[in-house]
Structure formats: C-alpha cells, structure tokens
C-alpha cells in the first residue's frame, strides 16, 4: 500500500508531451488530449482560400466548433483560443449547478469571433488543448470562416432573416448593414422557432467593434438589450449605427433572467430530462418604416381631419337655421326690461335722496342720529368702545 500511494504520486508529477501542430482552416481535425499528451495548435488560412477572399471586399467572421462526447465533468478538457487580440477560456463539458444540482451539461461548444477585413497569411486561430484525464478524450475541431453578411436572406424590399441555434455554450452573432434598409429606425424580431427547446436568453445590439461582448453581463453593460423567451423586438436608431450593428444571441442555463412568476411556465418543467436544450431561432430586420410612408401617413390624417372639417360645416348649414325676427323680439324684450330697470332704479335714488333731505333739514338728524336709530344705542357704544 505504501508504495503504490507512492507510485501514484510519481504519476501526477509526470509532464505531458506537448505536440506543437498546423492546421487548416475550414477542415474537421480530430485530437487525443490525455494527461500524457498536450496540443497547441494553429490554424492558418490555405493560399486558395487567400485568393479567394482577397475578391471579397466584405469583413469575415472566424467560427470555432468543439465536440468532446467522451469528456467527463471529474477530468474535463481545457481549452483556450486566441484570435489576434481576444483570447477565451473553457471547459467541456460545459456545466451549470444551481445548488449542488446540475441543470445544464454540453459536450459541445461554438464561439463566434471578431470579424476581420483583411484575410492573409496572418490571419490565424491559436488554440491549446489539455487535460487530465487518464483515458484519450477524442476532440473534435473544425475552424470556419463566415462573410458577416451570409447569413442573411432577402425576403422582400427591405427586409432579411436568418436562423440559427443557440445554447448556453454556443452565443451566436450577426452582422447587419443599416445602409441595406432607408428607414431610419430598423426593427429586429427575434422569435422561437417550431421543435425549440425552452431557454431564457438574452438579445443585445452591439458596435461592430472588437471585441464584442457575448457573456450575459458583458452583453447587458455594453448593449442595447432585451431578454427573450418565445420572442422580443428592438428598434435600433441607424443613426447611432452607422457603421452597422452585431445582433448578439446568448442563452442562459437558468430562468432567473426572464424573472418567470408563475412556476409552471418555468423551463424546468418543459425540458423535463434535457440536460442540453437548445433553441432554435428566427431572426427579422426591417425597416421600421420609410420617409415617404412616413410623409403619405401624415397628409392622410390631414385629409382626414379637412374631410371632417368641411361635413360639420355642411351640417352646420343645413341643419341649424334661425329666423331674423326672432332675434329681433328678443332684442327689443332685453331692450323693454332694460328700460324698466332704469326706471325703478332712477325711483328708487330719487325717493332715498328726498328722505334724507326729509330727515335732515326738517327733524335734524345727521348720519349719527339716523345709525342709533336704526341699530339702538347699545350696538352703537359697543362700537364706539
């Protein structure tokens, strides 16, 4: 026993064999990553490829896919990728645990990098692939390189979509061109399509700058975003775009993101035994819409509100008439109790005027005498003090 403990610990300090290889891109390579053996690879671009891309004027997007089906979560591999200045770090499998449990497992993983406008013989992918499993884990590998472009289809004036696959180990990016679309505000719809399984995630509109940022904070601190279970629109202003935009599509493991209520419309309950759910997607831009439908819209609520403008008046004319003399017999009763009014009024001075002459000049009371005779004596000391 003593000495097989020994025996063990001599193997944990054994260094493994690093093989330094070149590969092409745009092909399917396959490694045995062990303990024993270490991989650090680079991917280079063929002269073929070269000229072909040289008569391409439109940036290219580098892809890398991984596939690790035998990789275990106790010796998992590690790997690292590198494209000119963005290097990414993982494991597979890919796994997410929430409270000691384990809700998401991938063998697989996607990364989308930075598009390029220049495709030469410098123009490489770096990776480095290791592990401490005892038993070869077969890696599969393949490169691709993509126009930022081709993924769109043309559906009518104005108007593109795309598709594609997403999980919590594949973010995926699309590139769009605002000149492509005249109105100034663009619609992006992002729907779920048919035979998908259920996945809180994440829609962010980014620069076209690298890096771009594909992590679920990265994506909200440094994107125009908006979370998305069954489908989300934004509306991107080509004026803060001119450059065009990166749509960024990334899927979390958990649904503590979409903030669902009602535990019954959590994914948890839909993808009962999927330990790696995907889901698929539907990508929509458009404008949302024209100047000149903007300009029709306008002058045909202005046609409108004239249309009803000139009925009331029609109405107006033929339906509400008065008669001139009706007018005039109320002009001449306002005038009849105006006249009345004066009178009483002119009465009415002239019979106080002669009573305070009355008063004044026969009996001799002033203003005094005639207070304390109207409100008593009492009131009048009681204001006097």
């Known amino acids: 026993g003593l000495f097989e403990g020994l025996e063990e610990e001599e193997d944990e300090d054994v260094q493994p064999r690093t093989d330094v290889e070149i590969r092409s891109i745009n092909d399917t390579h396959v490694f045995d990553v062990s303990r024993d053996v270490e991989y650090y690879i680079k991917f280079e671009i063929s002269q073929e490829l070269k000229e072909i891309y040289e008569q391409d004027p439109d940036k290219h997007i580098f892809q890398v896919n991984f596939a690790a089906i035998n990789a275990k979560t106790t010796t998992p591999l590690d790997v690292t990728v590198r494209q000119f200045t963005r290097i990414i770090s993982f494991q597979l499998p890919n796994v997410k645990r929430v409270d000691g449990e384990l809700v998401y497992k991938s063998q697989t993983k996607s990364v989308d990098f930075c598009p390029v406008s220049d495709i030469d013989q410098n123009s490489t992918v770096l990776m480095t692939l290791t592990s401490s499993s005892k038993k070869p884990i077969k890696v599969t590998v393949r490169v691709l390189i993509k126009g930022k472009n081709a993924d769109w289809k043309i559906k009518e004036a104005e108007a593109f979509e795309s598709k594609t696959t997403i999980t919590p180990a594949i973010t995926r990016i699309r590139y769009f061109q605002t000149d492509l679309i005249s109105s100034r505000y663009i619609n992006v719809k992002v729907n779920t399509r048919e035979g998908s399984d259920c996945l809180c995630s994440l829609v962010s509109i980014q620069q076209p700058h690298c890096p771009f940022h594909d992590s679920i904070g990265s994506a909200m601190r440094f994107g125009m975003w908006s979370t998305m279970l069954n489908s989300t629109t934004i509306i991107v202003d080509s004026e803060d775009y001119k450059n065009g935009f990166i749509i960024v599509l990334v899927a979390a493991a958990t649904?503590?993101?979409?903030?669902?209520?009602?535990?019954?419309?959590?994914?948890s309950v839909y993808n009962v035994n999927v330990t790696d759910p995907r889901k698929k997607v539907h990508i929509r831009v458009e404008g949302n819409s024209s100047r000149p439908i903007y300009v029709y819209a306008i002058l045909t609520i202005l046609a409108c509100y004239g249309g009803i403008a000139g009925l009331t008046i029609a109405i107006s004319v033929i339906n509400f008439k008065y008669n001139y003399h009706d007018f005039e017999k109320i002009k001449g009763a306002i005038d009849?109790?105006?006249?009345?009014?004066?009178?009483?009024?002119?009465?009415?001075?002239?019979?106080?005027?002669?009573?305070?002459?009355?008063?004044?000049?026969?009996?001799?009371y002033h203003i005094a005498d005639g207070l304390q005779k109207a409100l008593g004596k009492s009131l009048i000391k009681k204001i006097k003090s």
């Open 255 to 267: 649904d503590d993101l979409c903030h669902i209520v009602d535990p019954q419309n959590r994914c």
């Open 336 to 364: 009849m109790y105006t006249q009345a009014g004066r009178e009483k009024l002119n009465q009415i001075s002239e019979n106080f005027v002669r009573k305070m002459s009355e008063h004044h000049v026969l009996e001799g």
